[in-house]
């Protein structure tokens, strides 16, 4: 091998392990900040009604102004939680995604025409009792978002109240 060739060998090896790095890094980074910004209202384990979308709306990437989003940053570390959405007359729906940004479930109005109520949990086994739709978290962090399709003001104002209803809180199981 000439000179330049165990350089060149250099460059590349270093090069893929720094892709390596970047790919698994920046969806952590960004989920991260979109954690900080949701939880940074309420806290952590609360629903978070956001305003309505305009041009310069940009908390969450690429926010559709059709919509009306509730945004809950959970934390798993105190036990599961109960999470639902309250029926909306229109297209709803209820999304988790794991530290990652990995979007690991979702439910909307097709599938469940009267809300959802889910128990979220890290393992299976820590949601016992519940009577609800168990889900397990790949993370001990995350962020759950509720989606209304609400195109004009009086339906934002309708989904503001909707959203009023919805909970995400420490789970209580039945005794």
């Known amino acids: ?8 060998w250099a460059a590349i090896a270093i090069a893929v392990l720094a892709h390596f790095a970047f790919i698994h890094a920046v969806p952590r ?8 910004r949701v939880s940074a209202i309420n806290g952590y384990n609360a629903w978070t009604f956001s305003d309505r979308v305009t041009p310069a709306s ?9 919509f009306a989003y509730s945004a809950c940053a959970y934390d798993l570390s105190g036990g599961p939680l109960t999470i639902t959405a309250t029926p909306w007359g229109s297209y709803w729906s209820l999304s988790l995604y794991a530290a990652n940004s990995d979007n690991y479930f979702v439910i909307d109005d097709r599938e469940a025409r009267g809300g959802a109520e889910i128990t979220l949990a890290r393992r299976r086994q820590d949601a016992e009792g519940s009577a609800a739709t168990i889900v397990t978290s790949p993370t001990i962090r995350g962020v759950a ?15 503001a109240q909707v959203a009023r209803t919805d909970v995400c809180a420490a789970f209580t199981p039945a005794s």
């Open 145 to 159: 978002l509720i989606r209304r399709l609400a195109p004009d003001v009086d339906s934002y104002n309708a989904a």
């Open 58 to 66: 940009r908390a969450i990437v690429r926010p559709s102004p059709d």
């Open 29 to 36: 980074v960004m989920m991260n900040v979109a954690l900080e």
């Open 1 to 8: 091998m000439s000179g330049w060739g165990k350089y060149v």
